[in-house]
């Protein structure tokens, strides 16, 4: 087909035949019907082409009855046409503004609907909730239309072009236009009607755009109703309810004031809604109204006039099997978890979600801050390139500017929007800072946010700007920054921070300290809520086949960087969500001076009716007390004593564990639900090993080998690496291959950087220099070093075997390492065995896996775990796992126990395997179990985009001690 004018290559030419920007309502009848029809459904007809060439002519005017039949909505992408395409700063298409390539994938969508007499009396719109990217509109032939900005709604009066009984509507959608520049978010790039439309019928005469504000007097309320446009000259009239009791009100110029008296105040702790109701003849608006003010005063974010704090995530529409197509279900499911994960703020990254996910929002309590739908990240790639090319551009201006405006008009009257953000990672130039300046003005009443500031040239204007906003700061340069003498007065907020991606984040509690400590620190929002992938099948024995970034053969992709989220494509939360659930917890305990004390962190809710406390005292896994601990009346961010009569004199191994539990029934979360725990250490554990059991035991050279024998048992130990080739006890083989030492482990995510210079210095490939290995007495004594070719030893050992007469080994190794060579990602030996149905038991942290920065979660007990259970599942395979700061551990027929606490990991995978495997389905069927014991194994972090890991979460010692046994 011919497009006569081509609006989608014209930065002049925004959107043709649309309404004005309004805020968003679906208007209902006097009744309380809505007011028209939803045309969402699974029966339009569609076709798909590499170019709107392709489409047929006939297509705007003539039903196409042999063309597929597809949802709306839906992203074609996902339907069976085109494929899944991931990046992340790169464009995907040549950077050429405004032109877009010639071959321009598309959908040409139709659809009928039917108008009787009495709707075609009534004014009828098209109301498009979100288009990815672009799209032109024909009703009956006739051109009605073309709007841009994929997740932002258009809407268009389709009166003139209407017939009584059966009308044509086409739609078509094209994959790239001049807004493709501007929409350059790490996500997969998808296309197609991808939110709801609606057919809206109304009155003649009706209120088309209205405008709500609250203003806190004391202890009383002002809200103001303004209606700010509207079509003729209709009755008006106007109802401020609170749980069906009318509040009285007045009209006032071109709207109307209700004062209230001691308001219900709307917070996320307490979303309590005031219902307005604004009728026309014929006609009802219903919009719900949460009183809150929203302010920053002396660097200090206040919501009511109290200072808050984000306890946020970052959230993509995702779903891996329709792409960015989510419904409320898929929406609930994800608020459910984000409330039982003590999450009590979003940022809509990087776009404004559907108008219904804040309305969502404002009714389950979350703070939002609502992001336009822009990013120009993909200009620091191009070839000469520059970070602020497009917002120093004026050509772009209009664009950028009607892009701010279509997030801030639509959810202008949203009581959980508190900030508008102007967008991500585009730089900053005078178009950003003219959008900042309208939003501004236009409302006064919320907070405007924008974090690529940093990156503007020095006679930049800020003044706007109500954040120091940054992204995946390290610790130090938070402490500096808000240290500094030049500290600004506006709030500290990291609308980035802690990236998830794999095994991850580590680094969430040092944060938290950091949030807690600073007042003008308001908070952060992790990267991200979910992984983003796309669902590809089952494999025969029906695993779901997960695919990210190149598996559609895409010729330009970023790999699995959009794996990077605290809950799998599937909404499994993983070991990051219940780190971040325990970081983000309600309330926190501490000893001092002999006595329990309970740190409110709420900000508004008192701990008593809110929070129920468990205790259990406990001593070395064995229960001692356990009952219910009375909660303290204590205000929000003050502090209690819990009445709970501790042991005068606990034995070493005593600790407290507090349970903290939800008192109420909530909409999202059910009546008990766990918020938190802390465990207080009331005695230390003094770990001890077996002694050395004397008895005769014979130890003899033989060539490579040292043969030991006992009385039940025969070892034999490898002189050339130092550690035991074979360990029979009492007729069972325990090991299937020959023990190793092991210093590398299957790169994190996190470890995306640093696992180079680890591979520079050989870590991944170390084998055995011995120097000695000498008998000596019931013992042998071994000098070596771990080293790779054409490299020098990054670890040079003397380790002492001591065997007891019962077989016992107790080992005592001293462990150097260079000072200028990488900190290692683990210290340890391996034990490749028979696989087990026998379930791994151990004194440590637990239940689930627990590393040296990421173990908050987890707390001392004896716990008992079947070998399967033991690692958490990532798409792309790398380490997990592990368990941190364990003082024993039984696996199969080996007992280990260690003088220092240690870390262990049972897989059934080796470090290669892992490794080498792109997908989790790709890992073979599995005939044996890798029991690691470790010495220590360094942090997580979040490297993959956040900072190097911290240095007292590495293994840098240059010089260690280590001493185990080994009990069979």
């Not at 019907?33 to 007809?45: E, F, H």
């Not at 809520?529 to 494999?539: N, Q």
């Not at 462990?815 to 028979?834: A, I």
């Amino acid at each position: 087909m011919k497009i006569e004018n081509i609006y989608h290559e014209n930065l002049e030419q925004l959107h043709i035949g649309t309404e004005p920007d309004r805020c968003y309502y679906l208007p209902r009848d006097p009744q309380g019907a809505l007011s028209g029809r939803l045309l969402s459904s699974r029966d339009w007809r569609f076709f798909y082409g590499t170019s709107y060439l392709e489409v047929p002519d006939a297509f705007v005017s003539e039903k196409q009855e042999d063309w597929d039949r597809v949802a709306v909505p839906s992203c074609w992408q996902h339907t069976g046409y085109d494929r899944p395409q991931y990046t992340n700063v790169r464009y995907a298409i040549p950077y050429d503004p405004p032109y877009v390539p010639q071959e321009n994938p598309c959908g040409a969508y139709q659809r009928d609907f039917v108008l009787t007499e009495e709707d075609r009396k009534k004014k009828q719109y098209l109301y498009f909730e979100g288009v990815d990217s672009c799209f032109y509109l024909w009703v009956n032939g006739v051109f009605a239309g073309y709007s841009q900005i994929s997740h932002s709604s258009s809407e268009f009066d389709i009166t003139p072009y209407t017939v009584t009984g059966e009308n044509l509507l086409s739609v078509l959608v094209l994959k790239w236009c001049d807004g493709t520049y501007l929409e350059d978010q790490d996500k997969f790039r998808t296309s197609g009607i991808i939110r709801d439309v609606h057919l809206l019928l109304r009155p003649q005469e009706h209120i088309r755009d209205f405008r709500v504000q609250t203003h806190l007097k004391g202890d009383d309320a002002l809200v103001t109703v303004d209606i700010t446009e509207v079509l003729g000259a209709p009755a008006v009239s106007c109802e401020l309810t609170w749980e069906g009791s009318r509040i009285p009100g007045e009209a006032v110029g071109g709207g109307f004031r209700f004062a209230v008296t001691q308001p219900k105040c709307w917070t996320a702790e307490t979303p309590d809604l005031y219902e307005l109701t604004l009728s026309v003849p014929g006609e009802t608006i219903v919009q719900k109204v949460g009183i809150r003010e929203v302010s920053r005063e002396k660097g200090v974010l206040l919501l009511n006039g109290r200072p808050i704090l984000f306890r946020g995530v970052n959230r993509h529409d995702s779903d891996p099997y329709t792409g960015p197509v989510v419904d409320r279900e898929h929406v609930l499911r994800d608020l459910r978890l984000m409330k039982a994960g003590n999450i009590n703020a979003i940022r809509t990254s990087h776009y404004p979600n559907a108008p219904w996910f804040v309305e969502l929002c404002n009714e389950y309590g979350f703070y939002l801050i609502d992001e336009t739908d822009l990013e120009t990240h993909g200009t620091q790639c191009i070839y000469g390139g520059a970070v602020n090319l497009i917002p120093e551009d004026p050509a772009f201006a209009p664009a950028i500017l009607d892009r701010v405006q279509h997030c801030v008009r639509r959810d202008i009257n949203q009581p959980a929007v508190l900030i508008w953000s102007l967008g991500n990672e585009c730089g900053y130039g005078v178009c950003l800072e003219q959008a900042a300046a309208w939003a501004k003005g236009f409302d006064p009443t919320r907070l405007v946010h924008y974090e690529n500031t940093w990156m503007a040239s020095a006679d930049a204007d800020y003044s706007n700007l109500d954040f120091h906003s940054r992204m995946y700061q390290s610790m130090e340069e938070v402490d500096a920054y808000i240290a500094s003498p030049d500290f600004p007065d506006k709030p500290y907020l990291l609308c980035e921070y802690a990236h998830a991606m794999g095994n991850g984040p580590g680094d969430l509690e040092d944060y938290m300290l950091r949030m807690r400590r600073y007042p003008m620190f308001c908070g952060g929002f992790i990267w991200e809520w979910c992984d983003h992938a796309v669902y590809a099948g089952t494999t025969r024995q029906g695993k779901p086949m997960l695919h990210y970034g190149g598996d559609s053969g895409e010729e330009l992709h970023d790999g699995n960087f959009c794996v990077d989220g605290l809950v799998s494509p599937l909404r499994r939360p993983g070991s990051g969500y219940l780190e971040m659930k325990q970081v983000y917890r309600p309330v926190r305990a501490a000893m001092e001076n002999g006595r329990v004390l309970v740190e409110n962190c709420m900000d508004f809710s008192d701990l008593l009716g809110t929070v129920a406390i468990h205790g259990t005292i406990s001593r070395r896994g064995q229960t001692l007390w356990a009952g219910e601990i009375p909660t303290p009346a204590c205000p929000a961010n003050k502090t209690a004593a819990l009445e709970i009569e501790l042991p005068q004199e606990p034995l070493e191994g005593t600790t407290l564990l507090l349970r903290y539990t939800q008192v109420q029934e909530l909409p999202l979360t059910a009546q008990g639900s766990e918020l938190g725990i802390d465990q207080l250490i009331l005695a230390p554990v003094e770990q001890t090993v077996p002694e050395v059991l004397p008895g005769e035991v014979q130890i003899r050279q033989e060539g490579r080998y040292v043969q030991i024998r006992g009385k039940d048992f025969p070892y034999q130990l490898d002189s050339f690496t130092g550690l035991f080739a074979s360990l029979e006890k009492q007729g069972r083989q325990l090991l299937k291959a020959p023990m190793e030492f092991s210093i590398f482990r299957a790169p994190t995510d996190n470890d995306r950087n640093v696992v180079n210079q680890w591979r520079e210095a050989g870590y991944d490939r170390v084998r055995p220099r011995v120097y000695s290995c000498e008998p000596q007495g019931n013992a042998v004594s071994c000098r070596l070093s771990l080293g790779a070719m054409a490299i020098r030893p990054a670890v040079k050992i003397e380790l002492l075997w001591q065997i007891s007469a019962d077989g016992t080994l107790h080992c005592r190794m001293h462990g150097e390492r260079p000072e200028d060579m990488p900190w290692l990602p683990r210290f340890g030996v391996v034990m490749q065995m028979q696989p087990t149905q026998e379930p791994v038991c151990y004194y440590g942290y637990g239940p689930e896996e627990s590393y040296w920065d990421k173990h908050h979660a987890q707390w001392l007990d004896r716990f008992s775990v079947q070998p399967e259970d033991l690692p958490d599942e990532n798409i792309k395979p790398q380490e997990t796992g592990s368990r941190w700061n364990c003082y024993e551990v039984q696996v199969k027929n080996v007992h280990v126990t260690a003088r220092q606490p240690f870390g262990f990991c049972v897989s059934a995978y080796s470090v290669d395997q892992l490794t080498q495997a792109k997908h989790d389905y790709e890992l073979p069927e599995s005939d044996s179990i890798y029991f690691h014991l470790d010495y220590k194994m360094s942090g997580v972090g979040s490297n993959s985009c956040g900072p190097e890991l911290a240095e007292q979460y590495r293994l840098c010692e240059t010089s260690f001690d280590w001493e185990f046994a080994l009990e069979f």
